[in-house]
């Protein structure tokens, strides 16, 4: 290779030291002494307030939130290395505290725009100062009129960081000291949560039936204290909602994602009406395993073979590569943030399950993380998650208000990414047996957003309402997962994971209520994006940035309307968002007829 990217990621060059850094408690001092002023400031608006102070201290709170997320992306990326890192759950409370006093003066400052005159209101938006923002502002100003008074609101925030958020940090520490004992090629093996999910897709399915009955047994021994978090969390925001008398549980979740209801039930029929292609991929898959049906821990198991295992290096060098044939922004922003060692891939003990993007707005650089072990659906999560990086820096120059974008348009650039290395690696493979591997690898990509992320959805709005008459027991919580799965995956399968809520870490996720939807809405949305990047090529491109810059400045109806001339409200656009997912389906078949005959 011509280049040797690092294996590790380097935090040192944002605060040397990791948890121990003397220059990070430093920068949480400089974001309190901001706090405290921007108190002061905001306690002496009074109604007659001019344009220059208000304008001020929009700036001061933009000022504050970047700080707060470096410090916040700081501590997730140090938990995330080294899940043991009592120091950095330590800090992350202090993030915490410091999170909650923005987030009472916000809703001081709230309390305090939606009592000016309409009229003068709209003379403000236009001022060039605010004119960049005014969508944030309007919705700012809208959504408080939704909430309690900020005196109430400030009640609920401090309470939240022993409360609500507490149940989120116990989550994390709780699954940081779990191990997965297993059997590996006649060895026994201590293995983190990430390392043996990793063995979901070994060819062996004595390993994967093993290393699942070992998972369900792991995280069942802890299921009752699992039921007590998720209790707990929900219940802390039930009051909340009942105490604003909001009624639906997704209000809040539609809010954050700016989205309409009619466009998740317009997205969710498509979704329904469009499952029977992977019904008859499952019964194929089957076939083809000599399995009358599969189980949950043969979803992912490989068809065909990927060949050798890839290099590090070559991963990267082959992202870099395809990005450059869409975009050449792309292609130099992977090599810049591989180079900059920006990514953690190596493969050890003690790192957090699964991969992330975090970004650094002070700093103007991201960090991704991800366990690399040389498969081929590792060079797509490498890819994914520079999509993510990506957006972050098209972002990266715009105001702080303006970079704040809903969970459902953070997929689309992850997924746009991985959907280029994917197809190529498609197209351009060199054997039958290589070829089948790609294409289940990615049919069930699409199985987890129309199936999985469904079961979870399911699963979610109905632990809900249960929740409202009171606590739901860890043995209640696997019935409701199981037949939420059962509904979602169309009966299809022979074993489910009911535990399943409680290793999947978005359920305890508090700052992204409802952390399910946003997911399916990005797959299928960039679905159509993607089309329209293969009919235009690189002429696209443009158009492709202008449309990631604007997804923190305008709902995603409106966004979808400017930039594809599509409506979001209606099936249509979701059906043949769909339709374009059972295409891959077709192809499977028809390339292994033969071999199920056989």
């Known amino acids: 290779m011509e280049h040797t990217y690092a294996l590790r990621w380097d935090l040192d060059s944002l605060f040397p030291g990791g948890s121990e850094s003397e220059e990070f408690q430093r920068y949480l001092s400089e974001i309190r002494e901001q706090l405290a002023a921007l108190k002061d400031r905001i306690a002496s608006l009074d109604e007659t307030v001019d344009l220059d102070r208000f304008c001020g201290i929009v700036g001061g709170m933009e000022t504050a939130i970047v700080k707060l997320r470096q410090a916040s992306a700081f501590i997730s990326c140090l938990l995330a290395q080294n899940t043991a890192d009592k120091k950095a759950m330590e800090l992350r409370g202090q993030v915490s505290e410091n999170f909650s006093q923005y987030f009472n003066l916000l809703a001081v400052l709230d309390e305090k725009i939606r009592a000016v005159d309409d009229s003068r209101w709209e003379e403000w938006l236009m001022d060039g ?198 975009s050449g922004r792309m292609a130099a922003f992977a090599r810049q943030a591989l180079g900059n060692r920006w990514i953690e891939a190596e493969d050890r003990p003690g790192k957090q399950p699964g991969g992330f993007c975090t970004s650094f707005p002070d700093s103007k650089q991201s960090r991704i993380f991800m366990t690399y072990s040389g498969t081929l659906p590792n060079v797509f999560t490498l890819a994914h998650e520079l999509g993510h990086a990506f957006h972050a820096h098209v972002l990266a120059e715009e105001r702080p208000f303006r970079q704040m974008y809903g969970m459902n348009v953070a997929e689309t650039a992850s997924t746009f990414a991985e959907m280029i290395v994917a197809d190529h690696a498609l197209k351009n493979a060199k054997t039958e047996e290589e070829k089948l591997y790609l294409l289940d690898d990615k049919i069930a990509r699409s199985v987890t957003f129309f199936m999985n992320i469904h079961a979870r959805f399911l699963f979610e709005t109905r632990f809900y309402e249960e929740r409202k008459q009171g606590p739901v027991g860890a043995r209640r919580l696997n019935e409701i997962m199981e037949e939420a799965q059962k509904e979602a995956y169309c009966r299809a399968l022979a074993e489910y994971h009911p535990l399943f809520w409680a290793s999947k870490l978005h359920f305890y996720i508090t700052d992204t209520p409802f952390y399910n939807f946003p997911y399916t809405f990005g797959y299928l949305f960039t679905m159509g994006i993607y089309a329209r990047a293969l009919e235009e090529g690189r002429d696209f491109e443009d158009r492709y940035i202008a449309l990631l810059r604007d997804t923190a400045a305008m709902t995603v ?41 056989s």
């Open 129 to 326: 100062r605010l004119r960049e923002i005014a969508f944030v502002l309007n919705e700012r100003r809208e959504q408080a009129k939704e909430k309690l008074s900020a005196s109430e609101e400030a009640i609920i925030q401090n309470l939240s960081v022993d409360g609500y958020h507490a149940w989120e940090n116990l989550y994390d520490m709780m699954v940081g000291d779990m191990v997965i004992p297993v059997e590996v090629n006649g060895e026994r093996k201590n293995l983190s949560c990430g390392q043996a999910e990793n063995l979901f897709s070994d060819p062996d399915r004595d390993v994967r039936k093993r290393v699942f009955a070992s998972w369900e047994k792991a995280w069942g021994e802890k299921s009752e204290y699992f039921a007590a978090a998720l209790n707990h969390l929900a219940g802390f925001r039930l009051n909340v909602y009942k105490s604003r008398k909001w009624e639906d549980v997704l209000k809040e979740p539609l809010m954050h994602n700016r989205m309409k209801k009619e466009t998740l039930a317009a997205m969710w029929s498509a979704v329904e009406d469009n499952k029977e292609p992977f019904v008859a991929y499952f019964n194929r898959k089957a076939e083809l395993l000599g399995l009358e049906k599969l189980s949950w821990y043969d979803l992912n198991a490989p068809l065909g073979r990927s060949g050798r295992k890839i290099p590090y290096e070559e991963a990267a060098e082959t992202v870099i590569a395809q990005f450059g044939k869409f």
């Open 557 to 597: 109806e409106d966004l979808a309307k400017k930039h594809l001339n599509v409506d979001l409200t209606k099936k249509e656009f979701w059906d043949s968002a769909a339709r374009l997912c059972s295409r891959d389906v077709k192809e499977f078949l028809r390339l292994t007829e033969k071999r199920a005959r």
